[in-house]
């Protein structure tokens, strides 16, 4: 056993034993936020209540964007010339620790394109090489296949989707009376940036493949995740009539699709190129209606991917209104207030850093958190003379590196993947120590400059 084995294990057997579900998870997130407001703040328990309430329905429009962003692209992979594709990929591996370093390293390169592509694409990618892996001679362990691809996720606020990189960069913030704009060439196209990016995805590719267990210990992928569903037999099927020969016509996915892309290519003629979780949403949208056999084929893809978002519905609504407890009554100003208060110039894009993993695990939305978390460390970086662009990265480094122990953002990854979060979050322990030590090194060093 290695030491990246001995490192990952105890973390494995505490994730296993005493880590709670992601629904449990946002449960005890809830109350210690209301308890932690009562504690530090005026607010009473009505006020803090009704904050609650109130944040409840702060990110519907941003779970509706989610939800059509996983339906899409899960749709979209199960379409057969993707689903060739991935078949393809997953063959490339020779051995596991190869299959380990592709997987993570396709997760981490989608992340930087946009965060949606990097849990998605990651997911359906471990789940494609480790089918294919099951017919060579080599174990895949199925669990740390999984971590892999969610580990690619730790790199995603360093791209073109960064949430607080691009708001601060868009005209009109609403930060600008304050900071004006802040192009991305202060932040993510920065060469501080980019080094670390680099960095962290070169490091997440080679550690990943230095935590696989003893091959005897190996969980390999269910075969019910690789059984073919085959569709039922055409004989003794009547003639269709002339309507299900209309709704089974290629023709009418295709119109929809290409008029879809057609309004995304004539809107970058006009405006340039950009990426917003809309448009993310409709290049899956297209994509898919174009590749399926038919409208009805589109319609069983859907449907087979309603499954995967359920747990999204269910749980953003909670940490909204966590969102809204923490904004409403002063927590966060609190919170963020004590960092700052033991800050220097050097170190506050640290501190930065380390509030922005800390407020993470109660708002994990990096466009969310940066709305509350924002305007309070813009203020410290005006008060201490500090170039404001270093804690838009440090706040953007903290919420991508906490994701690797906060269960959320795996929603998506283990309804395509068919695991528990607590059999990859130990693996990812381990992932989020050495990013940490990237991460921080990082602000340190941009602070001393």
């Known amino acids: 056993m290695n030491i990246f084995q001995k490192l990952a294990r105890p973390f494995v057997i505490f ?3 005493y880590y709670p579900d992601a629904f449990i998870f946002v449960i005890i997130l809830s109350v210690i936020t209301f308890i932690a407001a009562l504690a530090l703040t005026d607010a009473t328990a009505s006020s803090t209540l009704l904050a609650w309430g109130d944040g409840l329905p702060m990110l519907f429009k941003f779970t509706a964007q989610i939800t059509i962003i996983m339906i899409g692209a899960h749709s979209l992979a199960h379409t057969e010339p993707v689903r ?3 078949v393809w990929v997953g063959q490339l591996p020779n051995s596991a620790h190869q299959a380990y370093a592709l997987v993570a390293f396709i997760a981490g390169v989608a992340s930087l394109g946009a965060f949606s592509f990097g849990l998605i694409i990651g997911a359906i990618v471990a789940r494609s090489v480790a089918t294919e892996c099951a017919k060579k001679p080599f174990k895949i362990h199925y669990p740390l296949m999984v971590a892999s691809a969610y ?4 790199v995603w606020h360093m ?3 960064s949430s607080s990189a691009l708001t601060v960069a868009t005209p009109g913030h609403f930060l600008e009376e304050r900071v004006g704009l802040i192009p991305v060439t202060e932040t993510i196209l920065s060469t501080t940036n980019i080094t670390l990016a680099l960095i962290a995805l070169a490091t997440i590719t080679i550690v990943c493949p230095l935590m696989k267990p003893k091959e005897e210990d190996a969980i390999e992928i269910d075969p019910r995740l690789i059984a073919e569903k085959h569709q039922p037999s055409e ?11 209309f709704e089974n016509h290629k023709s009418l996915n295709v119109f929809l699709g290409a008029a879809i892309v057609t309004y995304i290519a004539v809107t970058y003629s006009q405006k340039g190129f950009f990426l917003t979780l809309d448009f993310v949403s409709w290049t899956f949208l297209a994509f898919g209606l174009l590749l399926a056999s038919s409208p009805m084929h589109y319609i069983k893809l859907v449907n087979n991917a309603a499954a995967t ?4 519905i269910l749980q953003y609504p909670f940490y909204s209104g966590i969102m809204g407890m923490m904004a409403t009554t002063g927590l966060m100003k609190v919170v963020t207030d004590w960092v700052v208060s033991f800050s220097t110039p050097e170190t506050l894009g640290f501190f930065a850093f380390l509030s922005g993993g800390f407020v993470n695990m109660f708002i994990p939305s990096g466009g969310g958190q940066w709305a509350v978390q924002g305007p309070i460390m813009i203020e410290a970086a005006l ?11 440090g706040v953007a480094y903290g919420d991508q590196w906490s994701n690797m122990i906060q269960p959320f953002w795996t929603i998506p990854v283990l309804a395509i993947a068919g695991l528990h979060m607590r059999q990859i979050l130990g693996y990812t322990f381990v992932i989020f120590i050495f990013t940490g030590l990237i991460y921080g090194s990082g602000m340190l060093y941009m602070g001393a400059g």
């Open 235 to 245: 004989e003794n099927k009547e003639e269709p009539s002339l309507i299900e020969k």
């Open 309 to 312: 978002v359920g747990p999204i």
């Open 159 to 161: 791209g073109y989707s």
């Open 15 to 17: 994730v296993d034993r």
């Open 84 to 86: 060739k594709f991935l």
């Open 151 to 154: 580990s690619g996720y730790v």
């Open 383 to 393: 008060s201490l003379n500090v170039d404001p662009a270093i804690v838009v990265l």
